[in-house]
């Protein structure tokens, strides 16, 4: 479990978590903007009934911005395309409230000592003045008091997140288990029942579809979907002109003329899809949805251009005839047919493989059953839980179905995206018994820190259901 990446609400705090607990690291990096413009309302979100002020996004914004620049320091600005900064702003603002209701504070002794430790503001061994004012004016473009002021807030969150986590414990069973779901080693039999082949079989009638597409036709629903007109300017002055301008002429392409600019069109895209001009762009997508037809959108800064988005056309979700989609009703009738029939040749050959119960299970046993139901067969090499196995998919369904499997013994019929499969045990590889309890405590620190990291994700999932950001 340890060695997988975080789960996506894990992944939520790893900005905090890293950064603030683990010593940073830092590189000159060339700063160029990597926020867009909020829209200039009088509040940007409401935190336990209060309002949260457009100046105070925008501090929580830069706080966040300063946060990447020491955890990614050059990096950065190959990543920020990944980073979600106005989402960890507002998750930022939501655990600084949580720890003011908490009384956590800092003492300014303390956030002095946090950056004279810093390993880039030293010279020499020790904390440098002089590199320190130069590191906050050309790196972090950022005046030393509100700097400090930010550092101050980073260890509140420290706090914050060690209060939070101190009752989560691990013991002696589930470090256990743990060790060994990482350790134990595992190698298979399998008969396989992959979709694909089945679905060459398949050849529905035009009866056959049309009784699926009155049964499912919910699922061919389209999205929303839209077509927008669009302007890049190079500066926030041109931006505001248009803007205005706009407002007056209630036409983009009228207040673009004006100013000689070209206005482009994106033509219909989707709920969900990639647009046309942007790429994909679930922020830009989700400010279009709000908007009313010949409404335009607050300006949105990307990269080095100011954009205008203006709603030109909008189509309500329907369902589309069949002769329309009829290529995507098939496609869909295949797939169903292809599974029902890997699972029901799986079954029937589970059902003959239990009536031999006396037979060994071996390559030869294999290709003499797998040729019988038109199946696949194979073996696979040792894995562990958490692997990818070769040509069958994630290791973890296979992993713990075979785990407790005597030997000749058949799994239940398995269903992953690829197939259908019966597995059984080739060869398992119990872990170490001194190489973990030589490993035990380091082991148990990882775990530890994963769980407490899952632990607070929630936590801050709790805080965000009870919060709104416009």
């Given at each position: 479990?340890?060695?997988?990446?975080?789960?996506?609400?894990?992944?939520?705090?790893?900005?905090?978590?890293?950064?603030?607990?683990?010593?940073?690291?830092?590189?000159?990096?060339?700063?160029?903007?990597?926020?867009?413009?909020?829209?200039?309302?009088?509040?940007?979100?409401?935190?336990?009934?209060?309002?949260?002020?457009?100046?105070?996004?925008?501090?929580?914004?830069?706080?966040?911005?300063?946060?990447?620049?020491?955890?990614?320091?050059?990096?950065?600005?190959?990543?920020?395309?990944?980073?979600?900064?106005?989402?960890?702003?507002?998750?930022?603002?939501?655990?600084?409230?949580?720890?003011?209701?908490?009384?956590?504070?800092?003492?300014?002794?303390?956030?002095?000592?946090?950056?004279?430790?810093?390993?880039?503001?030293?010279?020499?061994?020790?904390?440098?003045?002089?590199?320190?004012?130069?590191?906050?004016?050309?790196?972090?473009?950022?005046?030393?008091?509100?700097?400090?002021?930010?550092?101050?807030?980073?260890?509140?969150?420290?706090?914050?997140?060690?209060?939070?986590?101190?009752?989560?414990?691990?013991?002696?069973?589930?470090?256990?288990?743990?060790?060994?779901?990482?350790?134990?080693?595992?190698?298979?039999?399998?008969?396989?029942?992959?979709?694909?082949?089945?679905?060459?079989?398949?050849?529905?009638?035009?009866?056959?579809?049309?009784?699926?597409?009155?049964?499912?036709?919910?699922?061919?629903?389209q999205p929303p979907s839209y077509n927008i007109e669009y302007?890049?300017?190079?500066?926030?002055?041109?931006?505001?002109?248009?803007?205005?301008?706009?407002?007056?002429?209630?036409?983009?392409?009228?207040?673009?003329?004006?100013?000689?600019?070209?206005?482009?069109?994106?033509?219909?895209?989707?709920?969900?899809?990639?647009?046309?001009?942007?790429?994909?762009?679930?922020?830009?997508?989700?400010?279009?949805?709000?908007?009313?037809?010949?409404?335009?959108?607050?300006?949105?800064?990307?990269?080095?251009?100011?954009?205008?988005?203006?709603?030109?056309?909008?189509?309500?979700?329907?369902?589309?005839?069949?002769?329309?989609?009829?290529?995507?009703?098939?496609?869909?009738?295949?797939?169903?047919?292809?599974?029902?029939?890997?699972?029901?040749?799986?079954?029937?050959?589970?059902?003959?493989?239990?009536?031999?119960?006396?037979?060994?299970?071996?390559?030869?046993?294999?290709?003499?059953?797998?040729?019988?139901?038109?199946?696949?067969e194979g073996a696979t090499p040792l894995f562990t839980f958490?692997?990818?196995?070769?040509?069958?998919?994630?290791?973890?369904?296979?992993?713990?179905?075979?785990?407790?499997?005597?030997?000749?013994?058949?799994?239940?019929?398995?269903?992953?995206?690829?197939?259908?499969?019966?597995?059984?045990?080739?060869?398992?590889?119990?872990?170490?018994?001194?190489?973990?309890?030589?490993?035990?405590?380091?082991?148990?620190?990882?775990?530890?820190?994963?769980?407490?990291?899952?632990?607070?994700?929630?936590?801050?999932?709790?805080?965000?259901?009870?919060?709104?950001?416009?």
């Amino acid at each position: 479990m340890i060695k997988k990446i975080y789960h996506k609400k894990t992944q939520k705090i790893i900005w905090i978590v890293l950064t603030i607990l683990i010593l940073p690291a830092f590189f000159i990096w060339g700063s160029s903007s990597l926020l867009r413009n909020k829209p200039k309302a009088s509040y940007v979100g409401v935190i336990d009934g209060k309002r949260v002020t457009v100046a105070d996004f925008e501090d929580a914004l830069l706080a966040t911005r300063n946060l990447a620049i020491m955890q990614f320091g050059e990096k950065l600005d190959e990543l920020k395309d990944y980073l979600d900064f106005p989402q960890q702003a507002w998750e930022r603002l939501l655990l600084l409230r949580e720890a003011k209701k908490r009384k956590i504070n800092v003492a300014d002794k303390e956030v002095i000592q946090e950056i004279q430790d810093f390993p880039f503001l030293q010279r020499k061994g020790s904390f440098d003045n002089v590199l320190y004012n130069q590191t906050l004016e050309y790196n972090f473009r950022t005046p030393a008091r509100v700097f400090e002021e930010q550092i101050r807030q980073n260890l509140i969150l420290a706090k914050l997140y060690k209060q939070v986590t101190a009752a989560v414990k691990i013991n002696d069973e589930e470090l256990l288990k743990e060790y060994k779901k990482e350790n134990e080693k595992i190698s298979i039999y399998y008969l396989a029942g992959f979709y694909a082949d089945f679905a060459k079989t398949v050849n529905p009638t035009q009866e056959e579809l049309k009784e699926y597409y009155r049964n499912h036709a919910i699922e061919f629903k389209q999205p929303p979907s839209y077509n927008i007109e669009y302007v890049a300017v190079k500066s926030d002055e041109e931006a505001k002109s248009l803007y205005t301008l706009f407002k007056k002429t209630k036409s983009l392409k009228a207040a673009g003329s004006t100013l000689q600019l070209d206005v482009k069109e994106s033509g219909f895209f989707a709920q969900g899809e990639p647009i046309p001009g942007f790429g994909w762009s679930p922020e830009i997508t989700a400010l279009i949805a709000k908007l009313n037809t010949a409404e335009i959108a607050p300006i949105v800064r990307l990269e080095s251009n100011y954009f205008l988005l203006a709603l030109k056309e909008k189509r309500e979700p329907f369902i589309p005839e069949l002769d329309k989609i009829q290529d995507k009703v098939k496609e869909a009738f295949i797939r169903q047919a292809s599974r029902r029939l890997a699972k029901e040749a799986l079954t029937k050959c589970l059902a003959q493989l239990q009536k031999e119960q006396h037979t060994t299970v071996n390559q030869q046993a294999l290709a003499r059953v797998s040729a019988r139901f038109g199946l696949k067969e194979g073996a696979t090499p040792l894995f562990t839980f958490g692997s990818y196995i070769e040509g069958v998919g994630a290791s973890d369904i296979f992993f713990n179905a075979a785990r407790n499997l005597k030997v000749n013994e058949w799994s239940n019929v398995i269903e992953n995206p690829a197939g259908c499969f019966l597995v059984s045990v080739k060869r398992f590889e119990p872990i170490d018994s001194a190489q973990y309890e030589a490993q035990k405590e380091e082991f148990g620190r990882k775990l530890l820190a994963f769980k407490q990291h899952e632990y607070f994700a929630k936590f801050l999932e709790s805080l965000k259901s009870k919060s709104s950001l416009n």
